[in-house]
């Protein structure tokens, strides 16, 4: 059963960097049938999406977002990270990774997310 | 840039009962639409996709329909784990974009 799991730090100061990285187990991130992605959810709010990555590398982001975002895939690592770059208050979501299913076009699996405070 | 409506915000409905959740966008998306339902403290989860197939896993009670620009997320005889938050989802494939409606909130009558 495959399944993800998002990780770093829980407490960022604004105009710094927000890290986080997703790891995937019980499955390949190695295959051309999905996209991975980010997607985040401010405190009782909806949702927002960030960015994806094909396991070659290549990103898709929300232009939104754009000039603050860097996602990465490591796939001996079976990981991929996001960068999203001079934060502020508006940033703090909790922030969940997942599998975007090219034959749904939807998220088909989801980790259970982090929660990033942005405060001094 | 396309926006997708959800109506309404607050739905009361009764277990056992039939709940018609509704969304609308701004133009034409085809079938490309999906649906999710999200607990308290749990990510969430995909129910439909394509606009009327349900996910590996998802209870026949849960169907959806529609084409274009109105989407209708059926629920037939609520059960008391139905009650959540469902979110309508769009995606453009090129380029890449996910559009998500704001949620209709799904609570016992």
């Known amino acids: 059963q495959l399944q993800l799991q998002e990780s770093g730090p829980g407490l960022v100061k604004p105009s710094e960097t927000l890290s986080l990285t997703c790891t995937v187990s019980?499955?390949?991130?190695?295959?051309?049938?999905?996209?991975w992605g980010w997607i985040r959810q401010p405190p009782g709010k909806g949702l927002e999406w960030i960015g994806n990555?094909?396991?070659?590398?290549?990103?898709y982001y929300n232009p939104s977002l754009k000039s603050r975002i860097t996602i990465s895939v490591d796939t001996s690592k079976k990981q991929f990270s996001l960068k999203l770059s001079s934060v502020t208050a508006a940033d703090t979501a909790m922030y969940y990774c997942?599998?975007?299913?090219?034959?749904?076009?939807?998220?088909?699996?989801w980790g259970q997310g982090t929660m990033v405070t942005v405060s001094s | 840039e396309i926006v997708m409506t959800q109506s309404p915000a607050t739905l009361s409905v009764s277990p056992g009962e039939r709940a018609t959740l509704s969304c609308r966008a701004s133009?034409?998306?085809?079938?490309?639409l999906a649906w999710y339902q999200q607990k308290p403290g749990q990510a969430p989860r995909l129910l439909i996709y394509g606009a009327s197939t349900r996910a590996p896993g998802i209870p026949a009670r849960f169907s959806g329909s529609g084409s274009g620009t109105e989407f209708t997320l059926t629920i037939s005889s609520l059960q008391s784990e139905d009650f959540a938050v469902y979110y309508c989802q769009h995606y453009n494939n090129w380029p890449p974009l996910y559009t998500f409606g704001q949620g209709t909130k799904l609570e016992i009558k």
């Open positions: 990555v094909y396991y070659s590398g290549s990103t």
């Open positions: 019980g499955g390949s991130i190695t295959t051309n049938s999905y996209y």
């Open positions: 133009q034409s998306v085809s079938s490309n």
């Open positions: 997942g599998r975007h299913e090219r034959a749904y076009d939807a998220f088909d699996m």
